[in-house]
């Protein structure tokens, strides 16, 4: 069955180095999000992509941030410069082309701040 | 804004006990109703959805009704399974010119004792 894949699973950094989480959606999927949850907190809406551009972006999701999909396969979300408080697990999605399809989320990268 | 309100966790129960887990939605439109689980370092899977007012999504022996007089959408299992034991997330995603981004409640974490 396909499936959602992220690298790393756990990403520990010191405050103020860039991060690139990696995701690759499922092949035939057309829309893209990255969601994060705060430990203990709600998941989060960051950011949707599609046709090779952001489609819909959250506050959260501010100049520090950025995706891009480089290859046609991965899809990235990288940090600027990190804060303690970027400190989250990080899940990426995928949807296919008909509205309100389901969803598939990844395992979730983990990134720790120092 | 739009959000997702879910009964706090953890909730314990021993198997084959009955299982509610409550959810409030506040939105201005008409959103699609979701229940997502996650089971220990899995991502997120979708378990049932709701996409209009008085649909029942079922899956797994796990029913949802989408009430809209009363803005809920509570999680219900008649019999639950030590397999069950995960944390299970309310979304809802507004049909309103969006890429059907989900908006998530915190989360209930679910243990079944043998």
């Known amino acids: 069955e396909p499936e959602v894949t992220q690298t790393p699973s756990h990403q520990v950094t010191q405050m103020g180095q860039e991060v690139i989480l990696r995701c690759v959606p499922i092949?035939?999927?057309?829309?893209f999000y990255w969601y994060r949850q705060i430990l203990g907190q709600k998941v989060e809406f960051l950011v949707s992509f599609y046709n090779n551009e952001i489609s819909e972006k959250s506050e959260i999701f501010d100049d520090q941030f950025s995706v891009e999909r480089p290859d046609g396969s991965n899809f990235t979300l990288k940090i600027r410069s990190t804060k303690l408080e970027d400190s989250a697990m990080y899940f990426c999605a995928s949807r296919g082309l008909a509205d309100y399809n389901e969803q598939f989320f990844g395992p979730g990268t983990r990134l720790t701040v120092l | 804004g739009d959000s997702v309100t879910q009964m706090e966790g953890p909730v314990t129960l021993s198997e084959e006990a009955f299982l509610t887990i409550n959810c409030t939605y506040t939105?201005?439109?008409?959103?699609?109703l979701f229940w997502y689980v996650q089971y220990p370092g899995e991502g997120l899977q979708l378990l049932l959805k709701?996409?209009?007012?008085?649909d029942k999504g079922s899956n797994k022996g796990f029913e949802a009704t989408y009430r809209k007089e009363t803005t809920s959408f509570h999680l219900e299992k008649g019999s639950v399974q030590v397999s069950d034991s995960a944390v299970y997330f309310c979304a809802l995603s507004d049909r309103r010119g969006s890429q059907g981004n989900l908006i998530f409640g915190k989360g209930t974490k679910l243990s079944v004792k043998p």
């Open positions: 092949s035939n999927h057309l829309y």
């Open positions: 709701a996409t209009k007012a008085d």
């Open positions: 939105a201005t439109g008409y959103p699609s």
